[in-house]
T-cell receptor
Framework: GENVEQHPSTLSVQEGDSAVIKCTYSDSASNYFPWYKQELGKRPQLIIDIRSNVGEKKDQRIAVTLNKTAKHFSLHITETQPEDSAVYFCAASRFVFGPGTRLSVLP | EPEVTQTPSHQVTQMGQEVILRCVPISNHLYFYWYRQILGQKVEFLVS????????KSEIFDDQFSVERPDGSNFTLKIRSTKLEDSAMYFC???????????FGQGTRLTVV
């Protein structure tokens, strides 16, 4: 079955810097890749998603890139703010989540 | 703004007891899901439901689990004989179609003692 790996497991950045989280997947048939943000004690919330027919998608400070050949995709957050601090999960389709990255943005 | 609602928010049950977790998906959504998240761990897919039947399920979703849409609005997850390791946050989600955003409910924290 599908397997999703995610790196790093924890990431600390200074406010204003960029953060990059990378994921790899194993099933070449996967065609939908959402990213979720989960604050402590709250539900996962979709922040951006990408489908396999595009290589990049951007929404304000957040961007996602997808390399289908290499089977990896990445989340880029620019100009980080303290409220970006949370756990971020990538997923391949709706069924397999990565283990998560705990992002801390230091003021 | 419409949202997925789950009840109860917290359920404590004795090992071996049956529990039913309830969800009301967003009204015009067609796909429904259950996930679980053990404290501090990743979100794990349990089951998806479409057109009144299970469309996908994971290895976690064994014979102890069942889902039902009893009345056209509620979507329930039943665990027949709870085990200590079933303690987790259970999230319901729904989406209007297969490859679009899934909206998560606020979760039910299940504690098995």
């Amino acid at each position: 079955g599908e397997n999703v790996e995610q790196h790093p497991s924890t990431l600390s950045v200074q406010e204003g810097d960029s953060a990059v989280i990378k994921c790899t997947y194993s099933d070449s048939a996967s065609n939908y890749f959402p990213w979720y943000k989960q604050e402590l004690g709250k539900r996962p919330q979709l922040i951006i998603d990408i489908r396999s027919n595009v290589g990049e998608k951007k929404d304000q400070r957040i961007a996602v890139t997808l390399n289908k050949t290499a089977k990896h995709f990445s989340l880029h957050i620019t100009e980080t703010q303290p409220e970006d601090s949370a756990v971020y999960f990538c997923a391949a389709s709706r069924f397999v989540f990565g283990p998560g990255t705990r992002l801390s943005v230091l003021p | 703004e419409p949202e997925v609602t789950q009840t109860p928010s917290h359920q404590v049950t004795q090992m071996g007891q049956e529990v039913i977790l309830r969800c009301v998906p967003i009204s015009n959504h067609l796909y429904f899901y259950w996930y679980r998240q053990i404290l501090g761990q990743k979100v794990e897919f349990l089951v998806s439901f479409y057109n009144n039947e299970i469309s996908e399920k994971s290895e976690i979703f064994d014979d102890q689990f069942s889902v039902e849409r009893p009345d056209g609005s509620n979507f329930t997850l039943k665990i027949r004989s709870t085990k200590l390791e079933d303690s987790a946050m259970y999230f319901c989600a729904s989406s209007p179609s297969l490859n679009t955003e899934a909206f998560f409910g606020q979760g039910t924290r299940l504690t098995v003692v």
